[in-house]
């Protein structure tokens, strides 16, 4: 009955002064907000294709075919901008500073590729664009595998085939292999899966960028809400309650509860919106994950608060497990990206973004809820410990003992 008489007062506290909770809300939006904003503007600033001029010497309609390729497939197009020139041209605007490079097709190009040679194509970069200079010899080195791939597939084909024909269809059937095979080595786009081809994720960069937000959101507003609502009590409300036999065991108790049904709350109404927008599919399996992370982060919360620490210092050090947390979870870097020895197999950030990760692939994987389960109730019997041990190092009278 006690426990139920405090739990009455901090619902119908939290009603009365609902500013910790909307804060708790609308602060991390915001941070959350500036942050997207931020990383937009740089990579819009970053998307700007390279500039880049050719300059076709050979003009035949192997090259033609070449450049027009080059100038119209889709994933090349948006990074580098192709423009045909001549090569006066060319220069002027290299030398303007207008181009990141120019890449020249020397004359005799196509009749060295049907005799099985390979005259190289000559490319000129802008030093004083590094980045830029860099992009476009990467890009241009990947054009060149390809080119080198079709190359070596007719040089096979007129080993095979070609070279046994007459020599009036020859030239034709060559001619055909070149464009055939070019043609195909460019095209390479449907060869590849997509999320293979643009991810360096393993559920994709547009789901982590969902999977980062939802799990940045949940423990900054975990943060402050707890920094908010916990703030340590005065002595004389304290013992006014504990003439009732309410002691900081009951109130370590009662916290526990009350972050766990507010964070859940909170955590439903963004799975379910999310699902909305059929970025996730909802289950079953996917509820229980939210009940379960919810526990253990609240826990996590109540063990710091059973502790007695002040509210700012509190906040500090849950914001400060919940970078690395998230950090070594691959919340925000891809695990892919990060040293061996940042990845923890127990590590509760980890088994959440699994919870996540699943409901996003649409698998019903539940290996990692056993470890949230164990997570929340070590936590948050490590929290109750600590408050019984404070209450009867101060001499009060235990819950236990307490009538």
Request: aromatic residues 10%; contains cysteine; proline residues 3%.
């Amino acid at each position: 009955m006690n426990g139920f008489s405090l739990w009455r007062y901090e619902m119908r506290a939290a009603v009365k002064r609902p500013a910790p909770l909307f804060l708790s809300i609308c602060i991390p939006l915001i941070i959350i907000g500036l942050v997207v904003l931020v990383l937009q503007s740089v990579v819009e600033e970053g998307a700007e294709p390279v500039r880049a001029a050719v300059v076709d010497e050979d003009d035949t309609f192997q090259t033609n075919a070449l450049i027009n390729q080059l100038s119209e497939e889709e994933r090349l197009s948006q990074a580098l901008d192709l423009i045909p020139l001549e090569a006066e041209e060319a220069e002027q605007a290299f030398e303007k500073g207008e181009l990141a490079g120019v890449m020249t097709i020397p004359e005799g190009f196509t009749a060295s590729l049907m005799i099985g040679e390979n005259d190289p194509i000559q490319v000129m970069t802008n030093e004083d664009d590094p980045l830029d200079a860099t992009m476009l010899k990467v890009l241009l080195e990947s054009g060149a595998n390809y080119i080198s791939a079709s190359q070596s597939a007719v040089n096979t084909v007129y080993d095979l085939h070609i070279r046994n024909l007459p020599e009036d269809e020859r030239n034709s059937r060559l001619q055909e292999a070149i464009i055939t095979y070019t043609l195909f080595a460019l095209d390479r786009g449907d060869l590849f899966s997509e999320e293979t081809v643009t991810t360096g994720a393993s559920i994709g960069w547009e789901k982590h960028a969902y999977l980062a937000v939802l799990m940045t959101f949940l423990f900054l507003f975990l943060a402050i809400y707890q920094m908010l609502d916990g703030k340590k009590e005065s002595g004389s409300l304290l013992e006014r309650w504990r003439m009732v036999d309410v002691t900081f065991v009951h109130w370590v108790g009662i916290k526990q509860v009350k972050w766990w049904l507010v964070t859940f709350g909170v955590l439903e109404l963004m799975v379910l919106a999310l699902s909305q927008t059929e970025v996730l599919t909802l289950s079953i399996t996917l509820h229980l994950g939210v009940v379960l992370i919810a526990l253990w982060a609240t826990s996590l919360a109540s063990f710091l608060y059973a502790l007695n620490t002040p509210a700012g210092l509190r906040f500090l050090v849950f914001f400060i497990i919940s970078v690395i947390g998230l950090l070594s979870a691959g919340a925000w870097v891809p695990s892919l990206y990060l040293p061996e020895w940042l990845s923890v197999a127990w590590n509760p950030y980890g088994l959440t973004y699994d919870v996540f990760r699943s409901a996003l692939l649409e698998r019903e994987e539940r290996g990692h809820l056993l470890g949230l389960a164990l997570w929340g109730i070590g936590l948050n019997g490590l929290a109750l410990s600590i408050a019984l041990w404070k209450e009867k190092r101060d001499a009060y009278v235990s819950i236990f003992t307490s009538e």
